[in-house]
């Protein structure tokens, strides 16, 4: 059926689909890695250097992170058919839903899909990292391939800190509602990699980190907490965190004694010449989102970029700058798009919070917004409108959903059947509510991760 004959409501909710689509497109993890990579004439072109192919003994590939399988394959295509691809050795570690066999580079599953924290596998693939890592000599080249999620599929804890009291830092952070740079923190302090301490074991002729980012405004210390990014012990800032969100009772005991022996010093030096690139970002998606949706006809009327905070709050916020634009709207087709990496505090919910995702929330969040507008003023011949947010690695949460989507008729279902929003929103049960009326967006692993879009459209 041709696009504009459809129902205004499943066009507008086709369309903004599609748009969030472009999005995860323009940070395809494989084409991040070959358009930034080129062997010619004058040598190997990569992350601002070139050099001479002839002067590398080894190219020894690392990495760690969501979009880890497709960066992998996009350097063994830039290479291959060149002199280098013989020389290519690598492993990373990545989610085990994206491991699949390649030529040079090795996957190593790491954890399960939809659960975003290290385990016995992650440490095991990272000791093989380190092992490689410290293996380089100044004759060779080693790659970092980074990318979100890299944190928990990149670990190995100091000595005297077990798995188990890793998990219980990083779960209590984020039941807290702890932002990602306060989550990075607080690991660094705990790891033997991260904070540039990776970078430190490497004696290779150059380091080379080609980074996803899944951090708004894209700091390198931040992303997958900067294995080659030397930073400073700050033992005393992570207790200050962890004070501040009330958790030092709750600790293990392991980890308050470790924080409060260290001492805060200067980063542990490093000799190996570095070079850094980023090749794929939410920016750079919410750009691609903009274009598509010009191609299908909207005018993007706003562009909210690195939106952070309580997911609830940013959808609610979302919703109503929604129907702020929808009166405006008269004979066009606006367009609100918004990036960015919002919390959950599931902490508000008790011991037995319900299951979803920051974007599921954003997405009823808006759904409340609507509800409440929709009760106080007849919407019957009002403009048409959808919004959805999604996360572009297709998790969010530990659900099987990408994130929700939400218009005039799915409004409706979700209110003749009954349901509570805000109760589901207290209770953090947004997968549950969405799930029954069919707005959840399923995707699987799309092998990128540049944070989370949100795309909003209205027409009359």
């Not at 609830?312 to 990036?339: E, I, P, V, Y």
Request: one cysteine or more; proline letters at 5%.
């Amino acid at each position: 059926m041709d696009r504009n004959a459809a129902p205004a409501s499943e066009r507008l909710r086709n369309d903004a689909l599609r748009i969030w689509q472009a999005a995860v497109a323009a940070a395809d993890s494989s084409s991040a890695i070959t358009r930034n990579i080129q062997l010619d004439a004058t040598g190997l072109r990569i992350a601002g250097r070139i050099i001479d192919p002839a002067r590398i003994n080894q190219v020894i590939v690392v990495g760690a992170g969501k979009a880890g399988a497709g960066m992998a394959a996009g350097l063994e295509t830039a290479l291959s058919g060149t002199p280098l691809f013989d020389k290519l050795t690598g492993w990373v570690n990545v989610p085990e839903n994206c491991v699949r066999k390649l030529q040079r580079i090795h996957l190593h599953g790491g954890r399960p899909a939809g659960v975003n924290e290290p385990t016995q596998q992650v440490i095991d693939g990272t000791d093989r990292i380190l092992r490689l890592v410290r293996s380089c000599t100044p004759a060779d080249l080693c790659i970092m391939l980074l990318s979100g999620g890299g944190s928990a599929l990149l670990c190995r804890p100091v000595p005297g800190i077990s798995l188990t009291d890793k998990l219980a830092v990083t779960r209590l952070l984020s039941r807290s509602g702890a932002p990602i740079h306060e989550l990075n923190l607080v690991r660094t302090q705990l790891s033997l990699v991260k904070g540039g301490r990776l970078a430190a074991a490497c004696q290779a002729r150059l380091l080379v980190t080609l980074a996803i980012s899944d951090v708004a405004g894209d700091p390198p210390q931040v992303i997958g907490s900067g294995p080659t990014v030397p930073v400073d012990s700050q033992p005393g800032a992570a207790l200050e965190i962890l004070e501040r969100r009330g958790l030092l009772e709750k600790l293990p005991p392991a980890v308050i004694r470790t924080l409060q022996s260290a001492t805060e010093k200067p980063a542990e030096p490093i000799t190996v010449p570095m070079a850094w690139q980023v090749v794929a970002s939410n920016s750079a998606s919410l750009q691609a989102a903009a274009g598509q949706a010009e191609e299908l006809g909207y005018r993007v009327a706003q562009v909210l970029r690195d939106v952070q905070g309580d997911a609830a709050t940013a959808g609610a916020d979302f919703q109503r700058r929604l129907q702020a634009l929808k009166q405006q709207s008269r004979r066009q087709r606006l367009c609100l798009l918004a990036g960015g990496e919002t919390t959950v505090n599931l902490a508000s919910a008790g011991e037995n919070p319900g299951r979803g995702g920051r974007n599921q929330e954003f997405v009823l969040s808006a759904a409340q917004v609507a509800a409440d507008s929709d009760a106080q003023h007849s919407t019957e011949g009002s403009a048409d409108w959808a919004l959805l947010s999604g996360g572009t690695d297709g998790e969010d949460g530990p659900t099987d959903a990408a994130g929700g989507i939400l218009d005039k008729q799915i409004l409706k279902a979700i209110l003749a059947g009954g349901y509570e929003i805000q109760d589901c929103l207290t209770r953090h049960d947004s997968w549950t509510l969405l799930d029954s009326v069919g707005a959840l967006i399923r995707t699987g692993a799309t092998h990128t991760n540049v944070m989370d879009i949100a795309v909003g459209l209205t027409a009359t």
